[in-house]
């Protein structure tokens, strides 16, 4: 079976600083667009069938840093939709929420056209996307890559792998890195993890 590639985009500001981003389209830092080219060498050895990458900039660009041809964007890899919490760091909720945890409780409602996601409806999303690549997937050829997100991918290796969208939290996931999704034994494993060169 094909193997599945996740990028996680290089670094941008709030990367950086540990604030909520998923709507809020920031260009990558200079270090960002350095990670994002620091992975040419670790995807161009190998062929690929199919390449997703979320719609906002920060993903697209690195997919094209990193070398990465024929990406097509797919609006169902973008990033847990944070609602009120957008632009806002984990310590900051945590001073109203004490008890908060983003795998669990979800967030807050944000503005119209932002009214944030559940696990559920992020694990949902990542059952679709999972669902698109399956052929690719279960094919003995080119791997698949998908170019987006830190909770976004987490979620996504969860489904993946069996576990419940919540289990997401099990895998942290860096800016700038690749990860890879294997089988062994006809069963899903991780082959490898936050790699970078």
Do not use: C
């Not at 199919?50 to 990465?68: D, H, I, K, Q």
């Not at 908060?100 to 056209?113: F, I, Q």
Request: proline residues 7%.
């Amino acid at each position: 079976m094909a193997d599945l590639l996740l990028v996680r985009h290089g670094e941008t500001e709030w990367s950086r600083s540990g604030q909520h981003t998923s709507y809020t389209d920031l260009p990558l830092t200079d270090h960002g667009e350095e990670q994002a080219k620091s992975l040419a060498p670790l995807l161009s050895g190998r062929t690929h069938a199919l390449v997703l990458s979320s719609p906002l900039g920060r993903a697209l660009r690195t997919a094209a840093l990193a070398g990465l041809t024929g990406v097509e964007p797919e609006p169902a890899l973008h990033e847990w939709d944070y609602g009120g919490y957008e632009g806002i760091t984990t310590a900051e909720i945590h001073r109203t929420r004490p008890e908060w945890d983003l795998w669990t409780d979800g967030v807050a409602p944000g503005p119209e056209g932002h009214p944030g996601e559940a696990p559920a409806e992020v694990g949902a999303r990542a059952d679709r996307v999972l669902d698109r690549v399956a052929g690719a997937l279960a094919a003995d050829g080119p791997d698949v890559v998908l170019v987006a997100h830190a909770h976004f991918l987490r979620v996504l290796t969860a489904r993946r792998l069996g576990l419940a969208p919540a289990q997401g939290r099990l895998f942290q996931l860096a800016t700038g890195t690749v990860s890879r999704l294997s089988t062994e034994h006809g069963h899903p494993v991780i082959a490898e993890w936050n790699r970078r060169p």
